[in-house]
């Protein structure tokens, strides 16, 4: 089993930013990519962000891209969503998933289906 647990959100201003950490404990030997996902009041979880093991590939959601960088220490088992030029929209509950059944630990998807642990969400508010 993979332990996830989200943190760094809070309440900014828009223009502001803030970094999301998530930390990973249990068989991290495991994990293969992980990814940032998100979910608004009334709307369904969409993908925002991935990387793979190596952290070399990355892949973003494109209302993201240009802002929002993701990263990730293996050392520390932690990854990070680097989150710059808030919009009110990006107001959501932030969420981390974690890949141990991937063929490939350099693959990265956008697929929620494709991820075997999530963590418990950190909330995000931007307010304009």
């Known amino acids: 089993q993979v332990h996830l647990v989200e943190s760094g959100g809070g309440l900014v201003q828009a223009g502001g930013s803030l970094r999301l950490s998530c930390a990973a404990s249990g068989r991290t030997f495991s994990i293969y990519g992980m990814g940032w996902f998100r979910q608004a009041p009334g709307k369904e979880r969409e993908f925002v962000s991935a990387?793979?093991?190596?952290?070399?590939?990355?892949y973003y959601e494109d209302s993201v891209k240009g802002r929002f960088t993701i990263s990730r220490d293996n050392a520390k088992t932690t990854v990070y969503l680097q989150m710059n030029s808030l919009k009110p929209e990006d107001t959501a509950v932030y969420y981390c998933?974690?890949?141990?059944?991937?063929?490939?630990?350099?693959?990265?998807?956008?697929?929620?289906?494709?991820?075997?642990?999530w963590g418990q969400g950190t909330q995000v508010t931007v307010s304009s």
């Open positions: 998933a974690a890949a141990s059944s991937w063929s490939s630990p350099e693959r990265v998807s956008p697929s929620e289906y494709e991820y075997d642990y």
């Open positions: 990387i793979s093991w190596s952290g070399y590939n990355t």
